[in-house]
């Protein structure tokens, strides 16, 4: 099987840039984070966030915002493709997300979880997640229509966040994509 | 609806203990990483390869191995629970593990690369994911039964190495339970 890597001006090419892209319709889905302390996972939730063209990222609580070198160190320009606003109250944003209709999907180890494979998810909808060590509130938690986690095969009982977050997003778009392949036809 | 979080002893109480995880059934999932230049992402891939509690990981090239302080500081442990080992050459483990009729699949920019979720995996497996920049090596591509990647619908060309393995990787462990639920009945 003759395979052959790519060249980086082939991979490039494929790309949209950053004003063609403001041109193209964005995947129905959002993504609030709360008190992520790490600038590094920010950074990262950013470039994620990018490929999976996220319609908003809301920051939220003492999560730290761009510009900032070390976030941008990981996002690699991806603060300027990705729509994103901060609002220190994750719960007031929820509220309005909640009026819109906006389902709301908490990663979270609760008493109601289900596997993230095992949700239907309805679009529009939006992912939550919380801290590196105390994951979400509480007031956050009670907002949510559904909490999800992730099966934890080994002895370690969580994931590091910023791939947690890469997973699920991930995940939730293929299941979007399954019956809407026009967003990738849009380039 | 009233979702409660768990307290982290009801979390902890979930996860089998390191000995206990020694006398487990283990996926038939191995994983092969070449040439990853950060201590970050290699404690990363550690901590998720418990997460899906992978069968073997190779660490080839210039990858950094265990003990190393900045590797421990996002494998939190997990290099004590994912059976692991160091070979320069990576060739000669893909030789080694086509032997044992092994697939290949690795992650790469290819000119046959097909979406990670369109592929019917086959088991025993072995994944496949290069360095940071130049991704991985034409040697290591040759011998590939598939190459896979990642949609990116942003202006990127690539995820962060260790969030674009979570995805995979965990993507791959969703398909092998399906058929296979009895892993997860082990504790």
Redesign the interface.
């Known amino acids: 099987?003759?395979?052959?890597?790519?060249t980086f001006d082939?991979?490039?090419s494929?790309?949209?840039?950053?004003e063609e892209?403001k041109t193209l319709r964005r995947?129905p889905l959002y993504a609030l984070i709360q008190n992520i302390r790490s600038m590094?996972n920010v950074g990262?939730i950013f470039?994620?966030?990018?490929?999976?063209?996220l319609k908003h990222l809301f920051l939220t609580g003492f999560t730290p915002t761009p510009p900032r070198k070390e976030i941008d160190k990981?996002a690699?320009?991806?603060t300027d493709?990705?729509p994103w606003s901060y609002e220190k109250d994750g719960t007031k944003i929820l509220r309005q997300l909640k009026k819109k209709e906006i389902n709301l999907v908490?990663v979270?180890?609760?008493?109601?979880s289900i596997p993230y494979?095992d949700v239907n998810y309805e679009f529009p909808m939006c992912l939550i997640m919380g801290n590196e060590v105390e994951?979400?509130s509480?007031e956050i938690?009670?907002q949510?229509?559904v909490?999800v986690d992730?099966?934890?095969?080994?002895?370690?009982?969580?994931?590091?966040v910023?791939?947690?977050?890469?997973?699920i997003i991930?995940?939730i778009?293929?299941r979007y994509?399954e019956n809407n392949t026009n967003?990738?036809q849009s380039k």
Do not use: C
Not at 1 to 6: D, E, F, N, P
Not at 108 to 112: F, G, M, P, Q, R
């Open positions: 099987m003759a395979i052959r890597k790519l082939e991979i490039f494929r790309q949209p840039g950053l892209l995947v590094h990262s470039r994620t966030s990018d490929g999976v063209r990981t690699l320009g991806a493709s990705v908490v979270e180890h609760t008493n109601k494979t994951g979400i509480q938690i009670k949510a229509d909490a992730i099966p934890m095969l080994g002895m370690k009982q969580s994931l590091n910023s791939v947690a977050y890469g997973i991930y995940h778009l293929s994509l967003v990738l």
